[in-house]
């Protein structure tokens, strides 16, 4: 059983900053990658950043610059620092992680993705 926990989000004021955290627990052999999705009414989720297990990163084009992913491969974290931050961030944020959960399934090259519960963040004045 795999589980991951977010927190840190909330409402902040245009302009202000949150950081989100996500940490991942259970039968973990090892992780691919980690990031953040976020899904806002009525859009589709889309991908805001992730962070592969060498460090490398990827950032969706609406929040390159204002973002920034971090790791810490020992305790299967992963964080997101939210700067300049507009309304129309404002969406659920999901925590991903692509990871092997089980001895076989590393040894086969068999990943799976799991997902935290959701954290809301709100950008309003």
């Known amino acids: 059983q795999v589980q991951l926990v977010e927190s840190g989000g909330g409402l902040v004021q245009p302009g202000g900053s949150l950081r989100l955290s996500c940490a991942a627990s259970g039968s973990i052999v090892s992780i691919n990658a980690m990031g953040w999705y976020r899904q806002a009414p009525g859009k589709q989720r889309e991908l805001v950043a992730s962070i592969a297990s060498d460090g490398s990163t990827k950032y969706g084009d609406s929040v390159k610059g204002r973002f920034t992913v971090s790791r810490d491969n020992a305790k299967n974290t992963v964080h997101l620092q939210m700067n300049s931050l507009k309304p129309e961030d404002t969406a659920v944020y999901y925590c991903?992680?692509?990871?092997?959960?089980?001895?076989?399934?590393?040894?086969?090259?068999?990943?799976?993705?799991?997902w935290g519960q959701g954290t809301q963040v709100t950008v309003s004045s």
């Open positions: 991903d992680a692509e990871l092997y959960p089980s001895a076989r399934a590393y040894a086969m090259g068999v990943n799976a993705h799991y």
